[in-house]
């Protein structure tokens, strides 16, 4: 069973807004936050947020700032990502995930015990 379940991907223009939700499956956990990659065919996995639970602290790639936003809820181990402006470039499977340690590094993938399947984000210009 698949730990996380997202969803809210779809097709936009660009310019465009989506806004993707992610919770836990069936299975209950305690984590220290949680964050949004995205891969885009033929590329590596990259970080796009972050939240912390304890502080409320949020983290953004530099490319994303300003027009993302990540909330959640610690309680429930649900994340959410309002994306706005969006664009093509930004068309990938977006994936969210969980951090059961306390990771200090947050944009690296690895540091990330549980995955959901991804929900696929589409920007057409």
């Known amino acids: 069973q698949v730990p996380l379940v997202e969803s809210g991907g779809g097709l936009v223009q660009a310019g465009g807004s989506l806004r993707l939700s992610c919770a836990a499956s069936g299975r209950t956990f305690s984590s220290y936050g949680m964050g949004w990659f995205r891969q885009a065919p033929g590329k590596e996995r990259e970080f796009v947020a972050a939240i912390r639970w304890s502080v409320g602290s949020t983290y953004y790639a530099d490319s994303v700032k300003g027009r993302f936003t990540i909330t959640g809820d610690g309680t429930r181990n649900a994340v959410y990502l309002q994306m706005k402006l969006l664009k093509p470039v930004e068309t990938a499977v977006y994936y969210c995930?969980?951090?059961?340690?306390?990771?200090?590094?947050?944009?690296?993938?690895?540091?990330?015990?549980?995955w959901g399947q991804g929900t696929q984000g589409t920007v057409v210009s």
């Open positions: 995930a969980t951090d059961l340690r306390a990771s200090s590094i947050l944009e690296f993938p690895a540091e990330y015990e549980l």
